[in-house]
């Protein structure tokens, strides 16, 4: 099994509410991400998992928030959003051993968030 | 990091052979070398890695020269499916790190 799956496919919600998103994987992988892609640009990292501790935060406001229950599930809590937080939310996972011992992404389909 | 710069679009027709450059001057030693493709609202596919000379798959080729400051993506007799942005990526961070996504290439292949 070489999937990332993500859920949901798509997230509208209002200012006010809190969402969760999902990402799962089965592959044994011990590191996974947490991307944002806006329209016609390229996915920007915002957190990292190494071992289901927080190894980066990249400086992400704090209404998101990620938790790793295990290596094989991450969640990011949605809090009060604003409408320019509307993007493709991205999850991947990677062996993490490293890229420099060949170390690759592997991506999910992605969350659709649409913030009102 | 070492950054990369890739040109922003290219186009061809289906049938042909397709190369996509990647400068990666300040590449360190440790540094590989990966390349994704992304189809529109979908999640970026591995394509190939590589670290020097020469890798094939069955889906591309990676020609890496000796000093390492490029890299070319080729993908041999494109077809319409082929169209869709594609990433090179530098990196060598320890286990748990990401690797940082430069601005792509858009390839357009038309009929």
């Known amino acids: 099994d070489t999937e990332v799956t993500q859920t949901p496919k798509h997230l509208v919600m209002g200012m006010t509410n809190k969402k969760s998103l999902k990402c799962e994987q089965h592959m044994g992988h011990r590191a996974m991400y947490w991307y944002k892609q806006k329209a016609k640009k390229p996915p920007e990292l915002m957190f990292v998992y190494s071992y289901e501790k927080l190894s980066i935060n990249e400086s992400v406001p704090s209404r998101f928030s990620p938790e790793c229950p295990n290596s094989s599930l991450l969640n990011l809590h949605l809090h009060a959003l604003q409408p320019e937080d509307s993007a493709l939310y991205l999850c991947a996972s990677s062996p993490g051993r490293g890229l420099a011992k060949g170390d690759t992404q592997y991506f999910g389909p992605g969350t659709r968030l649409t913030v009102l | 990091l070492a950054k990369t710069t890739q040109p922003i679009s290219m186009d061809s027709y289906e049938g042909q052979e397709v190369n996509i450059t990647c400068s990666h001057n300040n590449i360190a030693t440790n540094d590989y070398i990966t390349w994704y493709q992304q189809f529109p609202s979908q999640g970026p596919r591995f394509i190939i890695q590589g670290y020097k000379t020469k890798v094939t798959n069955e889906v591309a080729s990676l020609f890496i020269p000796a000093d390492r400051k490029s890299s070319t993506l080729s993908l041999p007799r494109v077809s319409l499916s082929d169209t869709a942005v594609y990433y090179c990526?530098?990196?060598?961070?320890?286990?748990?790190?990401?690797?940082?996504f430069g601005k792509g290439t858009t390839l357009s292949v038309s009929s």
């Open positions: 990526l530098v990196g060598d961070e320890p286990a748990g790190t990401a690797l940082i």
